[in-house]
């Protein structure tokens, strides 16, 4: 019989709704049953893609002996992280504050008032490893709430109220300039691995935000040392195990720190982050691994995650069946030398497990490999590689696949459509662009209310209950910008307006220009949320604050600049301090210290050839952060075309920073010069 989670949207809770646990999703009515029964009430945060959730609920949400015992002791409350990334914020933080780490599973139990009081992540069926099992922390948690029940409420007490006293110092407002840039990169000089790319050892996540600082500081300044890390750290990815060799796109991380053996999940977020920073390598290069890379990336998003409704899934599993009924991490991906041969036969199996580091033993498990592209000597026929790479990609497709987190969610989104918008509109592939498009648009007619109003996620064509977060609003932003300079469509900058409104209304503190990640009208938790740190993704406090900067840079609004100077003030105290995770902010306070220079482009009419080509050229420009506007003579679509008139009439293009316009020009050489520093 299903439980409470039967009618969610979320596909991580309707894998529990079969559970004979009694699941509550997180709401008031589970605090009041708790309350009326007098009990504690169990929180299970986790994801869809999270292995050990798996496992946890295997072992122990689907025993009937334990799912009785919390039935009768306990309120069960279910929550996936990436729908209630507040709640999952609040109580991560109590977590690593009362045990020195975190990770998912969380498993937080709490008052009827959700205040925690006894924390852990993943607990095993049996004891082991020192710790205890579920069973007995179930055990002697409910033992506490019935003997010791003061106790209980003294230690949660205090947990909120220490929370509640970890306010940021969020320094004096003030947007960090040339000195906490440098010793940014210095900071980040002495954590790289000179070996590998990368910062930092095991396990090793790709440093995507910091790339995109390096990248736009080296365009600034000509730092040779930023594009170094940049480019060394991109390509030793690439070529490694995170890295799918066959149908492109990155995996979550590296188990190790040479970039071989990954955590097989493949999330949404990574892919866009990576594929927007291969594409601005190879801007900044003209690389041909950057531009491959970047182009295989969009192509797997379009390919595997793309929704039925134009929207983009949240993540590929790591796990799938090996072929025996087993579900085994990266059972779809690695290769041992005898299936390459079953494949390829003996002769292509040699050279694919050459080109691919395939070896006896295996880089894996049990024998297996996961593919790698190891430098070379000489050269490989590149019509063989093809051949080995399409055979082996058409076996690859007979192998069960793994599962999809089908849930669209709004910031991952906006990420995805400012990726694809890019990455299109530089390699000449209108169909990435015409991706972008329906995704924005989806989340126009789908997440987006009668007051601007943005929902998290959606499924299926319906959207969720649970109110967007700053990141939300920020990414989504951000991605209707990129679409708004790569499409000339003015109404992609109006919506991005709309959002950027609620972020300075609803997420600002009007005293301090402090961001909180959830609105001042959103359900009030122990604590208000508020992380400016980058993490997997851009702060949503990061975010905010880039976008806000491009928004001011199209529109001329002071209200708009002078909040995204206000929060980066936190990239000042924060950048010199602890550069590998703050790359987003870093990368905007770039930005702010090029300008960032605003590019409009007039053409004779919208068809003009000439003017496409500027409209180009000022795309492919360096300047940090610049933002583009193209339209034809005496188009009212953007702000920066008011008043431009045509030279000679010609195609004509302006660039201003600072208030500050240089003498317009009609030739293509001459707006590259002043679109790169």
Same mark, same amino acid.
């Given at each position: 019989m299903?439980?409470?989670? &039967?009618?969610?949207t979320s596909p991580?809770?309707l894998?529990?709704?079969d559970n004979?646990v009694?699941w509550?999703?997180?709401?008031a009515e589970?605090f009041?049953?708790?309350?009326r029964?007098?009990?504690p009430?169990?929180?299970?945060v986790?994801?869809s893609?999270?292995h050990?959730?798996?496992v946890?609920?295997h072992?122990s949400?689907?025993d009937q002996?334990t799912?009785?015992?919390?039935?009768?002791?306990?309120?069960?409350v279910k929550?996936?992280?990436?729908?209630?990334?507040?709640?999952?914020?609040?109580?991560m933080?109590a977590v690593q504050?009362?045990?020195?780490?975190g990770g998912?599973p969380?498993?937080?139990?709490l008052?009827?008032?959700?205040?925690?009081?006894?924390f852990?992540?993943?607990?095993?069926p049996?004891p082991?490893?020192?710790?205890?099992s579920f069973?007995q922390?179930?055990?002697?948690?409910?033992?506490?709430?019935t003997?010791?029940?003061?106790?209980v409420a003294e230690?949660?007490?205090?947990?909120?109220?220490?929370?509640?006293?970890?306010?940021?110092?969020?320094? !004096?407002?003030?947007?960090p300039?040339?000195?906490?840039?440098?010793?940014?990169?210095?900071?980040?000089?002495r954590?790289y691995?000179q070996q590998?790319?990368?910062?930092?050892?095991a396990p090793?996540f790709?440093?995507?935000?910091?790339?995109e600082?390096l990248l736009r500081?080296?365009?600034?300044?000509g730092?040779?040392?930023?594009?170094q890390m940049?480019r060394d750290?991109?390509e030793?990815m690439?070529?490694?195990g995170?890295?799918?060799?066959?149908?492109?796109?990155f995996?979550?991380?590296?188990?190790d720190r040479d970039w071989?053996?990954?955590?097989? !999940? +493949?999330?949404?977020?990574?892919?866009a982050?990576?594929?927007?920073v291969?594409?601005?390598?190879?801007?900044?290069?003209?690389?041909e691994?950057?531009?491959?890379?970047?182009?295989?990336?969009?192509?797997f998003?379009?390919?595997?995650?793309?929704t039925?409704?134009g929207?983009?899934?949240s &993540?590929l599993?790591?796990d799938?069946?090996d072929?025996t009924g087993?579900?085994v991490e990266?059972?779809?991906?690695?290769?041992?030398?005898?299936?390459?041969?079953?494949?390829?036969g003996?002769?292509d199996?040699?050279?694919?497990a050459?080109? $691919?580091?395939v070896?006896?033993e295996?880089?894996f498990?049990e024998?297996?490999?996961?593919?790698?592209?190891p430098?070379?000597?000489?050269? $490989?026929?590149?019509e063989?590689?093809?051949?080995? +790479? !399409?055979?082996?990609?058409?076996?690859?497709a007979e192998?069960?696949a793994?599962g999809?987190?089908?849930?669209v969610?709004a910031a991952?989104n906006?990420?995805a459509?400012?990726?694809l918008?890019e990455t299109?509109a530089?390699?000449?592939?209108?169909?990435?662009?015409?991706?972008a498009?329906a995704?924005?648009?989806?989340l126009?007619?789908?997440?987006?209310?009668?007051r601007?109003?943005?929902?998290r996620?959606s499924?299926?064509g319906h959207?969720g209950a649970?109110a967007?977060?700053l990141?939300?609003?920020?990414?989504?932003?951000e991605?209707?910008?990129?679409?708004?300079?790569v499409?000339?469509e003015?109404?992609?900058?109006?919506?991005a307006? $709309?959002?950027?409104?609620?972020?300075?209304?609803r997420?600002?503190?009007?005293?301090?220009g402090?961001l909180?990640d959830? &609105?001042?009208?959103?359900?009030?938790?122990?604590?208000?949320?508020?992380d400016p740190?980058?993490?997997a993704?851009?702060?949503g406090?990061?975010?905010a604050?880039?976008?806000l900067?491009?928004?001011?840079?199209?529109?001329?609004? !002071?209200?708009?600049?002078?909040?995204?100077?206000?929060a980066?003030?936190?990239?000042k105290?924060l950048?010199?301090?602890?550069?590998? $995770?703050i790359g987003w902010?870093l990368?905007a &306070?770039?930005?702010?210290?090029?300008?960032?220079r605003e590019?409009?482009?007039?053409?004779?009419?919208?068809?003009d050839?000439?003017?496409a080509?500027?409209h180009r050229?000022?795309l492919l420009?360096?300047?940090?952060?610049?933002?583009?506007?193209?339209?034809?003579?005496?188009s009212?679509?953007f702000?920066?075309?008011?008043?431009?008139?045509?030279v000679?009439?010609?195609a004509?293009a302006y660039?201003?920073?600072?208030?500050?316009c240089?003498?317009?020009v009609?030739g293509?050489e001459?707006?590259?010069e002043r679109v790169?520093p």
């Amino acid at each position: 019989m299903a439980n409470r989670l &039967a009618h969610e949207t979320s596909p991580y809770l309707l894998q529990h709704a079969d559970n004979p646990v009694d699941w509550w999703p997180w709401s008031a009515e589970a605090f009041e049953e708790a309350r009326r029964r007098g009990v504690p009430v169990l929180l299970s945060v986790g994801y869809s893609s999270c292995h050990w959730c798996h496992v946890m609920a295997h072992e122990s949400f689907e025993d009937q002996e334990t799912a009785d015992y919390l039935n009768e002791h306990f309120v069960s409350v279910k929550v996936d992280r990436e729908e209630r990334p507040d709640v999952d914020a609040v109580y991560m933080e109590a977590v690593q504050a009362a045990t020195g780490q975190g990770g998912w599973p969380m498993t937080v139990f709490l008052t009827p008032d959700a205040e925690p009081f006894y924390f852990g992540t993943y607990f095993p069926p049996a004891p082991r490893h020192g710790m205890p099992s579920f069973r007995q922390v179930l055990e002697g948690v409910r033992h506490a709430w019935t003997d010791r029940r003061d106790e209980v409420a003294e230690v949660a007490g205090k947990i909120v109220r220490d929370l509640a006293g970890r306010e940021i110092s969020y320094g !004096e407002g003030v947007a960090p300039g040339e000195q906490e840039t440098a010793q940014a990169l210095l900071g980040l000089t002495r954590e790289y691995d000179q070996q590998r790319g990368g910062f930092g050892g095991a396990p090793k996540f790709p440093p995507s935000m910091v790339i995109e600082f390096l990248l736009r500081h080296h365009a600034r300044t000509g730092a040779e040392g930023a594009l170094q890390m940049a480019r060394d750290t991109c390509e030793r990815m690439a070529r490694g195990g995170i890295y799918d060799q066959l149908g492109g796109g990155f995996a979550r991380y590296s188990v190790d720190r040479d970039w071989i053996v990954p955590h097989f !999940e +493949k999330m949404l977020y990574d892919n866009a982050l990576l594929c927007r920073v291969y594409a601005h390598l190879w801007r900044s290069t003209g690389s041909e691994l950057a531009r491959r890379v970047a182009l295989e990336t969009a192509d797997f998003m379009v390919r595997e995650l793309r929704t039925a409704e134009g929207g983009f899934a949240s &993540a590929l599993d790591a796990d799938s069946d090996d072929g025996t009924g087993r579900h085994v991490e990266g059972a779809y991906y690695v290769w041992t030398p005898e299936q390459l041969r079953e494949v390829l036969g003996a002769e292509d199996a040699e050279a694919a497990a050459h080109y $691919f580091g395939v070896t006896d033993e295996g880089t894996f498990e049990e024998g297996a490999s996961v593919l790698q592209l190891p430098q070379h000597e000489g050269v $490989f026929d590149a019509e063989k590689v093809a051949s080995i +790479k !399409e055979r082996l990609s058409a076996a690859r497709a007979e192998r069960p696949a793994p599962g999809r987190d089908d849930k669209v969610v709004a910031a991952w989104n906006g990420l995805a459509i400012a990726a694809l918008a890019e990455t299109g509109a530089y390699f000449d592939r209108p169909d990435l662009v015409d991706a972008a498009l329906a995704a924005a648009d989806l989340l126009v007619r789908l997440h987006l209310d009668d007051r601007a109003r943005l929902a998290r996620t959606s499924k299926d064509g319906h959207v969720g209950a649970n109110a967007g977060v700053l990141e939300d609003y920020a990414d989504v932003a951000e991605g209707f910008l990129a679409l708004a300079s790569v499409t000339g469509e003015g109404v992609w900058l109006e919506f991005a307006g $709309f959002l950027l409104d609620h972020v300075l209304v609803r997420f600002a503190d009007p005293e301090s220009g402090a961001l909180y990640d959830t &609105a001042a009208d959103a359900e009030q938790l122990i604590r208000r949320p508020q992380d400016p740190t980058d993490n997997a993704v851009p702060s949503g406090w990061s975010a905010a604050a880039g976008a806000l900067l491009s928004y001011a840079a199209h529109t001329g609004s !002071e209200p708009h600049r002078t909040a995204a100077e206000r929060a980066l003030g936190v990239v000042k105290a924060l950048g010199p301090r602890v550069p590998r $995770f703050i790359g987003w902010g870093l990368a905007a &306070a770039e930005a702010l210290l090029d300008g960032p220079r605003e590019v409009a482009v007039v053409g004779r009419d919208g068809d003009d050839p000439v003017a496409a080509e500027l409209h180009r050229t000022a795309l492919l420009g360096t300047a940090p952060g610049a933002v583009v506007a193209r339209g034809a003579l005496g188009s009212g679509e953007f702000p920066l075309l008011v008043d431009r008139v045509l030279v000679g009439g010609a195609a004509t293009a302006y660039v201003c920073r600072g208030f500050v316009c240089e003498l317009p020009v009609t030739g293509v050489e001459a707006l590259r010069e002043r679109v790169t520093p």
